[in-house]
Nanobody, 123 residues
Framework: QAQLAQSGGGLVQPGESLKLSCSLS????????IAWFRQAPGKERERVSC????????FDTDIAKGRFTISGDNARNTVYLQMNNLDPEDTAVYYC????????????????WGQGTQVTVSS
């Protein structure tokens, strides 16, 4: 059974860092693009970053540029999101999601979703 299992997240102070993990089971990272989305209270879900191991490319939105780094480990079948210099506006539930082969901007293209993990940035 194909699954995405997330780990990481938690409560940090502004300026600190967190690393989220998304572990794939039942399918291979190389065959799927993995994106990170987030949803803050009262707001729509938005894409943060995406990685396609097949293309060897990453795609960052303005949210991620300069602060967040997405990476993948084929051997561990895991994707990571390193988040640095976190701001209270980054507080949200973060989700990883899988799309066959390639990154898509439209979240409807993502077939499988992780369970979500809370990230709270507060002093």
């Amino acid at each position: 059974q194909a699954q995405l299992a997330q780990s990481g997240g938690g409560l940090v102070q502004p300026g600190e860092s967190l690393k989220l993990s998304c572990s794939l089971s039942g399918f291979t990272l190389f065959d799927y693009a993995i994106a990170w989305f987030r949803q803050a209270p009262g707001k729509e879900r938005e894409r943060v970053s995406c990685i396609s191991m097949k293309e060897g490319k990453t795609f960052d939105t303005d949210i991620a540029k300069g602060r967040f780094t997405i990476s993948g480990d084929n051997a561990r079948n895991t994707v990571y999101l390193q988040m640095n210099n976190l701001d209270p506006e980054d507080t949200a539930v973060y989700y990883c999601a899988a799309s066959p082969g390639y990154c898509h901007y439209n979240e409807g293209a993502y077939e499988l979703w992780g369970q979500g993990t809370q990230v709270t940035v507060s002093s």
